[in-house]
């Protein structure tokens, strides 16, 4: 099992930053990829952004050049910074954290409880 601890987030005005943390702990493998979704009630979560243990990252098209993820292997935490924020990215942000024994296996996923995220005037 892996535990995930998530903190950050909050309320902002339009054009402002923030930033996001995540660290996990338990039963962790040496490769592992880390990230952030997002869900507004009603819809699907998405993806956000993800940086894998070799550091190799994905952005949603709609976060490029305002969000940078960024992860410490040794701690294995992963951070997002988010800036010049927009109403659009209101929503519930989760940490994800995914792993597999080995390039045979299947990926398991863990989720964090979730962080409110408000872009507003």
């Known amino acids: 099992q892996v535990q995930l601890v998530e903190s950050g987030g909050g309320f902002v005005q339009p054009g402002g930053s923030l930033g996001l943390s995540c660290a996990a702990s338990g039963n962790i493998f040496n490769v592992f990829i880390m990230g952030w979704y997002r869900q507004v009630s009603g819809t699907e979560r998405e993806l956000v952004a993800t940086?894998?243990?070799?550091?190799?990252?994905e952005y949603a098209d709609s976060v490029k050049g305002r969000f940078t993820i960024s992860r410490n292997y040794a701690k294995k935490t992963v951070s997002l910074q988010m800036n010049s924020l927009k109403p659009e990215d209101t929503a519930v942000y989760f940490c994800?954290?995914?792993?597999?024994?080995?390039?045979?296996?299947?990926?398991?996923?863990?989720w964090g409880r979730g962080t409110q995220v408000t872009v507003a005037p």
């Open positions: 940086i894998s243990s070799g550091g190799t990252t």
């Open positions: 994800d954290f995914r792993q597999r024994r080995n390039v045979l296996a299947k990926y398991t996923d863990y």
